[in-house]
């Protein structure tokens, strides 16, 4: 009986150890994307022509009590 506990024990550690591994790998393969990427300039960014301003009477603007 002590030595299934043991094994199931040294399973049960790899396996999490296995999972954790992975997602650190993970975070890590994200961070490195961020860091290389650049950022975009704001003349290059495709925005709708037709925005309209918003004005403090709009519907969309009014506070709720």
Same mark, same amino acid.
């Given at each position: 009986m002590?030595?299934?506990?043991?094994?199931?024990?040294a399973?049960?550690?790899?396996?999490?150890h296995?999972?954790?591994?992975? &997602? /650190? =790998?993970?975070i890590n393969?994200?961070?490195? !994307?961020?860091?290389?990427? #650049?950022?975009? %300039?704001?003349?290059?960014?495709? &925005? /709708? =022509?037709?925005?309209?301003?918003?004005?403090? !009477?709009?519907?969309?603007? #009014?506070?709720e %009590?």
């Open positions: 002590g030595l299934r506990l043991w094994l199931f024990a399973a049960l550690g790899g396996l999490a296995l999972i954790l591994y992975m &997602a /650190d =790998s993970e393969a994200g961070v490195d !994307r961020l860091s290389q990427s #650049r950022p975009v %300039r704001p003349d290059k960014l495709n &925005a /709708d =022509s037709n925005l309209k301003l918003m004005s403090a !009477r709009s519907p969309y603007m #009014r506070n %009590r």
